[in-house]
């Protein structure tokens, strides 16, 4: 039997994780700035999220939310630590496209609209209400036609913010795109995609499931920003591993869901509980975004070190959320990256995404940053003429 793979093969064989490493069948070791599309931020088999995960299989390892467990309200009072202060409701899932759905659900449940704003080079998810609102043709065309009602437009334009009027029920953005090239929205973008959405009676969803739990040097990057969502999805990292994604809401926009609303049989079971649990903890105790922030300006530092290759359009991002924009498509130069041991991951059409774990040290940065200027200049010498 084949397994059904929808990514491309990287051709290394995973047999130990450990913190921004990862080592291969051969023994090989990696410095890991992948992490799984950004999961394993809080590094791989994060310690005080492996036992905790460990002793809740003692007690119990499956609930639905329909039976009370201890350790899921033990989640929700760490969450409360670090979800905005006004979101007084919150449902956990399992991927960052389920809390896209919820939150697309709960937007149309509380205005009673139907119209959704979205932006071009976005990335929510590909199950179906995320898709519709996923800015990338080449994931939306093989599946035409979407849920209707969706309108997409520029990110990074004040005249898209316009887009949001009375008819519309919620805009959802990413305050740094990710899959869409790791780029910052302008403060002004986001802010007055706040202020408009009070406007015209509309919400703001933020989707943090990338840049969110500390990568960029802030808990959300919102921060960054001074702006606050109406409702949050946040994942990957904030289990610390573990398969679990969580949406948050104002109090006026989670009331008015219902019994049946929405469901998940897996979601917030005791295991993904404790692993959120353990990961907020963890996120607090070592000061992660502290940390990810310095370890952040040392590798983009040491990426702009570079910025005089030919090769070499930009280095954009913040903390560890960061690219090397290229003149030329980065698959040639990821691989490169592959064989000198350090793996990295595309974002838009000429990007190297880097998403490196938190602790990662000055020895791995040096690493990380020799190792592209090499795959740079191979891949120019590659295109000399002969």
């Avoid at 990295?344 to 995404?353: C, D, E, M, Y």
Wanted: glycine content about 10%.
């Amino acid at each position: 039997m084949k397994y059904l793979s929808f990514y491309e093969e990287r051709g290394i064989e995973v047999v130990r994780a450990e913190d921004q490493y990862i080592w291969d069948a051969g023994g090989e070791k990696y410095l890991d700035f992948h992490t799984a599309h950004g999961v394993a931020f809080l590094g791989h088999r994060n310690k005080k999220v492996v036992e905790a995960i460990k002793r809740q299989l003692e007690e119990v390892m499956s609930a639905t939310p329909a039976f009370k467990v201890r350790v899921r309200e033990e989640a929700l009072a760490a969450l409360e630590k670090v979800l905005p202060r006004s979101h007084g409701y919150v449902a956990m899932l399992n991927s960052g496209s389920e809390g896209v759905e919820l939150a697309l659900k709960m937007a149309r449940k509380a205005t009673g609209r139907k119209k959704i704003v979205s932006f071009w080079g976005s990335f929510h998810g590909r199950s179906f209400g995320a898709l519709s609102v996923t800015g990338n043709p080449n994931y939306r065309k093989p599946f035409e036609p979407l849920l209707p009602g969706v309108e997409i437009v520029p990110y990074n334009d004040l005249e898209s913010v316009k887009r949001v009027d009375e008819e519309t029920a919620a805009v959802i953005a990413e305050p740094v795109l990710g899959e869409g090239g790791v780029v910052p929205a302008k403060p002004e973008f986001l802010k007055a995609l706040r202020e408009r959405s009070e406007e015209v009676g509309a919400l703001l969803i933020l989707d943090e499931v990338q840049s969110g739990f500390g990568r960029t040097g802030e808990i959300w990057a919102f921060q960054h920003y001074g702006v606050e969502p109406d409702i949050l999805v946040a994942g990957k990292a904030i289990g610390g591993g573990f398969p679990v994604s969580v949406v948050s809401a104002r109090e006026s926009v989670g009331a008015k869901m219902e019994k049946g609303d929405h469901g998940s049989t897996y979601g917030g079971n005791p295991l993904a509980s404790a692993a959120v649990r353990a990961a907020v903890e963890v996120l607090l105790e070592e000061n992660v975004p502290e940390r990810a922030a310095r370890a952040g300006r040392a590798l983009k530092e040491g990426l702009l070190s570079l910025s005089d290759h030919r090769l070499l359009r930009e280095i954009r991002g913040v903390g560890l959320m960061l690219a090397a924009d290229l003149r030329v498509v980065p698959t040639n130069v990821i691989k490169c990256l592959q064989a000198r041991r350090v793996l990295a991951l595309r974002a838009g059409s000429t990007a190297v995404r880097f998403l490196p774990p938190y602790m990662i040290t000055s020895e791995d940065v040096e690493w990380g940053v020799r190792a592209l200027a090499k795959c740079l200049d191979e891949e120019l010498s590659s295109r000399a003429p002969a």
